[in-house]
């Protein structure tokens, strides 16, 4: 019977130390409340048990519980723009493949089309008519570029003025937007944002051959096109906007502005007459973006009207992953 007691009694004991201890949470949960709303302007507390004097109402006026609250929010919108501060700095160190994947596609009009992002009233009382910004003084401009501002400005669509105009060329250089290239252009975001007649980008036309930096490219411009139109060498199917942007080759600088004479590509003669039907000439990326589609070129290639030259000659490192096609693929390119 002893045995019993002992162990029947022991419980009892466990089951008041519980109930204890939850009154003493539940106290301690109460104060922790009034603290918290005394803190947030939530419960006013007398100062004195007489009423108010003037000087009191002079101290006192105006009050209201939600003052603290204010107070309150504004450490709160400090610490996140600290917190944003914070982030601004971890994204300048993070590299361009992950800022590639955090932002798919990096400019407000993602999502336009000609009717959306387009002004046809423009183009309706003296049709289709195309603007070149005039030239800013100590602005530096690629060969590439003016050769396409040259060709828009002797063109029959040319138009010198404005007001007449349904299509709008920056005269800044936009092409070369690879931050370690010579030809790129700085600050190239508030110059154009400055610029009056550039309304967001509409009607406005942005060429560009090269973006990003090797090896992980990316596709920011450094600016926000807006809702102007992006015609692009190598547009991702990810960022290319059917019936609105325009893709574009890759030309070098040498390419000429005009084409040959005239009938030299005589109409219902396909292939056309001529020597050569497709050329390539570039680095075959023995690792990285883009080597798969250029390691995979020698298959077309037959040394006669397809020339697909590639070489493995790229970058301070390049034997270190050379394979067996390198030295043949090398001694082609340098024919």
């Known amino acids: 019977?002893?045995?019993?007691?002992?162990?029947?009694?022991?419980?009892?004991?466990?089951?008041?130390?519980?109930?204890?201890?939850?009154?003493?949470?539940?106290?301690?949960?109460?104060?922790?409340?009034?603290?918290?709303?005394?803190?947030?302007?939530?419960?006013?507390?007398?100062?004195?048990?007489?009423?108010?004097?003037?000087?009191?109402?002079?101290?006192?006026?105006?009050?209201?519980?939600?003052?603290?609250?204010?107070?309150?929010?504004?450490?709160?919108?400090?610490?996140?723009?600290?917190?944003?501060?914070?982030?601004?700095?971890?994204?300048?160190?993070?590299?361009?493949?992950?800022?590639?994947d955090t932002n798919s596609f990096l400019y407000t009009g993602k999502r336009c089309r000609m009717e959306s992002c387009f002004d046809f009233?423009?183009?309706?009382?003296?049709?289709?008519?195309?603007?070149?910004?005039?030239?800013?003084?100590?602005?530096?401009?690629?060969?590439?570029?003016?050769?396409?501002?040259?060709?828009?400005?002797?063109?029959?669509?040319?138009?010198?003025?404005?007001?007449?105009?349904?299509?709008?060329?920056?005269?800044?250089?936009?092409?070369?937007?690879?931050?370690?290239?010579?030809?790129?252009?700085?600050?190239?975001?508030?110059?154009?944002?400055?610029?009056?007649?550039?309304n967001e980008g509409k009607n406005h036309i942005i060429f560009n051959l090269y973006s990003g930096t090797w090896p992980d490219y990316t596709e920011d411009l450094g600016f926000d096109i807006g809702f102007a139109m992006l015609a692009k060498a190598s547009i991702s199917t990810e960022n290319f906007r059917p019936k609105f942007d325009v893709s574009i080759p890759l030309f070098s600088k040498d390419h000429p502005r005009t084409g040959g004479e005239r009938g030299y590509l005589r109409h219902n003669t396909i292939p056309p007459y001529r020597k050569y039907m497709l050329v390539f000439k570039g680095k075959r990326y023995l690792t990285g973006i883009g080597s798969d589609t250029r390691n995979a070129l020698y298959h077309v290639h037959n040394s006669q009207d397809v020339v697909l030259l590639t070489t493995c000659k790229h970058g301070k490192d390049w034997q270190k992953h050379k394979d067996a096609r390198c030295d043949w693929d090398n001694a082609e390119y340098d024919k």
């Open 1 to 100: 019977m002893a045995l019993l007691v002992i162990v029947v009694g022991r419980p009892s004991r466990i089951v008041g130390h519980m109930q204890a201890k939850k009154r003493y949470l539940i106290l301690f949960s109460a104060g922790a409340c009034l603290i918290l709303l005394f803190c947030f302007g939530g419960i006013q507390v007398p100062l004195s048990r007489r009423g108010p004097s003037r000087r009191d109402d002079g101290g006192l006026s105006g009050y209201h519980p939600g003052v603290r609250w204010r107070r309150f929010q504004g450490y709160l919108q400090s610490f996140s723009t600290m917190e944003k501060d914070r982030s601004d700095d971890l994204n300048e160190h993070i590299s361009p493949r992950q800022k590639r």
């Open 121 to 198: 009233s423009l183009c309706k009382k003296n049709g289709f008519k195309v603007y070149v910004y005039p030239q800013q003084k100590g602005e530096k401009i690629s060969e590439s570029y003016q050769n396409i501002l040259t060709s828009i400005e002797g063109s029959r669509f040319y138009t010198p003025d404005p007001g007449q105009a349904c299509l709008f060329v920056l005269s800044l250089d936009t092409l070369d937007r690879d931050q370690l290239s010579p030809q790129y252009v700085h600050n190239l975001k508030a110059k154009i944002q400055s610029l009056p007649l550039w």
